[in-house]
């Protein structure tokens, strides 16, 4: 079993920015992919980033590209996900996972709320 712990999260206005941190009980080095999902309620999970294994493949949301960026540290065992330029629409709660194996499924952090509002 492995626990992700994610932390960042708060109240902004929006044009503001807030830094996600997950970090991993068990070592992320060989993990397949990392990523960050968000929901709102009465929405099913959606994507907003993900990194593969040695950061060389990475994924956005369109509604995050140029804005949110997304980073690893093997070394920490841990996931970043940098947000810039906050918009209300990007209210919601932010769920980190880590996928070992492809043929696996990923588990998952107990999320963490980001609320953007003026």
């Known amino acids: 079993q492995v626990q992700l712990v994610e932390s960042g999260g708060g109240s902004v206005h929006p044009g503001e920015s807030l830094r996600l941190a997950c970090a991993a009980s068990r070592s992320i080095s060989t993990a397949y992919s990392m990523g960050w999902y968000r929901q709102d309620p009465g929405r099913q999970r959606q994507l907003v980033a993900l990194i593969s294994n040695l950061g060389a493949k990475l994924d956005y949301a369109d509604s995050v590209q140029d804005r949110f960026t997304i980073s690893r540290d093997n070394a920490k065992n841990a996931v970043y996900l940098q947000m810039n330029s906050l918009k209300p629409e990007d209210t919601a709660v932010y769920y980190c996972?880590?996928?070992?194996?492809?043929?696996?499924?990923?588990?998952w952090g107990q999320g963490t709320q980001v609320t953007v509002s003026s």
């Open positions: 996972l880590v996928r070992y194996k492809i043929t696996e499924n990923p588990y």
